[in-house]
T-cell receptor, first 115, second 114 residues
Framework: NAGVTQTPKFQVLKTGQSMTLQCAQDMNHEYMSWYRQDPGMGLRLIHYSVGAGITDQGEVPNGYNVSRSTTEDFPLRLLSAAPSQTSVYFC??????????????FGPGTRLTVT | DQQVKQNSPSLSVQEGRISILNCDYT??????FLWYKKYPAEGPTFLIS?????DKNEDGRFTVFLNKSAKHLSLHIVPSQPGDSAVYFC?????????????FGQGTILTVHP
């Protein structure tokens, strides 16, 4: 059971480039989320999904797109990278089964630098 | 508008003593609260949680206290161990319509000295 996996671990982009951060979970969790962590800001929710085919915006969605075609995968797309998107990105998943939807399992993170 | 605040960026304690980490929130709709622990270069890991129908929850050396009237929660670690040194985040959620959405505080760096 690998839990939540994220690729790549590190990425450097030039302003204007696009890329996709990958996230996968093998726990059959219905909820998946993307957060970014910036110094002094904690973790802020970018987008989340309550099931395959259903996504919604979080606190800081601008500049990011998501889709959820399967239960396992929840990729995050940066359409045109900007230096303000330099951050550490975490994917998380959780399940309502047993009433533990709030207790999210996090991946190891992707450190993104935009120059 | 920071709805969850951890006003102490860092805390330093001696091994064996108590560590107390604090968290304040402003949104009265929050009814479930969690603490996460994060080591460098790793994702956060769930530590302990509390529902708003309780005022205390214990799990081994970790106890979370909730004061709803003051909109304040705290995490007590007794006794503190060097392996507890990490960043601690408190988080809050609204039940019902907002499953899967957590609002995090800024984090507190805990250092436990041997």
């Amino acid at each position: 059971n690998a839990g939540v996996t994220q690729t790549p671990k590190f990425q450097v982009l030039k302003t204007g480039q696009s890329m996709t951060l990958q996230c996968a979970q093998d726990m059959n969790h219905e909820y998946m989320s993307w957060y970014r962590q910036d110094p002094g800001m904690g973790l802020r929710l970018i987008h989340y999904s309550v099931g395959a085919g259903i996504t919604d915006q979080g606190e800081v969605p601008n500049g990011y797109n998501v889709s959820r075609s399967t239960t396992e995968d929840f990729p995050l797309r940066l359409l045109s990278a900007a230096p303000s998107q330099t951050s550490v990105y975490f994917c998380a998943s959780s399940s309502r089964t047993g009433g533990t939807a709030y207790e999210q399992y996090f991946g190891p993170g992707t450190r993104l630098t935009v120059t | 508008d920071q709805q969850v605040k951890q006003n102490s960026p860092s805390l330093s304690v001696q091994e064996g003593r108590i560590s107390i980490l604090n968290c304040d929130y402003t949104n009265s709709m929050f009814d479930y609260f969690l603490w996460y622990k994060k080591y460098p270069a790793e994702g956060p890991t769930f530590l302990i949680s509390i529902s708003s129908i309780k005022d205390k929850n214990e799990d081994g050396r970790f106890t979370v206290f909730l004061n709803k009237s003051a909109k304040h929660l705290s995490l007590h670690i007794v006794p503190s161990q060097p392996g507890d040194s990490a960043v601690y985040f408190c988080a809050a959620s609204e039940s019902g319509t907002s499953y899967g959405k957590l609002t995090f505080g800024q984090g507190t760096i805990l250092t436990v000295h041997p």
